[in-house]
């Protein structure tokens, strides 16, 4: 069996969605068993904003912010 290769990119605007997708299907186009996830945080934040749902961003000591 193969090692699957998960792959997480996070949804905020500076991520390069295509740049992204480009590599992964490289890697898929190789052989290698690919898993996609992908953030939404620009999209959960958008519509919180539009319905009026207050956003708490909680931040650890190494810097990680989540909402």
């Not at 186009?29 to 945080?41: E, Q, T």
């Not at 959960?44 to 912010?65: C, F, M, N, Q, Y």
């Amino acid at each position: 069996m193969r090692d699957i290769l998960v792959v997480k990119c996070g949804g905020n605007a500076a991520v390069r969605s295509q740049a992204i997708c480009a590599d992964v299907a490289a890697v898929h186009r190789g052989g290698r068993p690919v898993i996609l996830a992908h953030g939404g945080s620009a999209d959960i934040d958008g519509l919180a904003e539009r319905l009026g749902v207050p956003s708490r961003r909680l931040v650890a000591p190494d810097g990680v912010s989540t909402r």
